[in-house]
């Protein structure tokens, strides 16, 4: 009879460390549900701040377009160009905007 009731506790124990095994899946699953969660959130976030730094580096790159101009400006004025029409026909030119050159016209 002690056999048999060995028996029936290893049984027992097999069956606690099975639905303790489940226990522990369903919690390491819910676990990694919630990194996910999380991972998509800091995601989003990621992807909002890459658009808003593309369009700063869009208008930060007209600025250094503007001051370029105006520097080019001041150098043209220096080295002897005095009309404003000419110094920025030829700041337009080296910038390489023709089309300023033909609404100029």
């Known amino acids: ?5 060995v028996g029936a506790t ?7 460390m099975a639905t303790s095994g489940s ?6 699953l819910a676990h990694l549900h919630s990194q996910l969660a999380q991972l998509s959130a800091n995601l989003s ?21 503007w001051h370029g101009g105006l520097f080019l400006l001041l150098v043209l004025e220096s080295e002897g160009l005095r009309d ?4 920025f ?3 337009s030119k080296v ?7 033909e609404s100029g016209r």
Request: without cysteine; charged residues 30%.
């Open 84 to 87: 404003f029409d000419d110094r």
């Open 45 to 65: 976030d990621t992807e909002n701040l890459l658009r808003m730094t593309s369009v700063q580096a869009e208008a930060m790159r007209g600025l250094g377009s």
């Open 95 to 101: 910038l390489g905007e023709d089309s300023v050159k």
């Open 89 to 91: 026909m030829a700041a």
């Open 1 to 5: 009879m002690s056999t048999r009731n």
């Open 10 to 16: 290893q049984s027992l124990n097999r069956h606690s």
């Open 23 to 28: 226990v522990v899946k369903s919690r390491q």
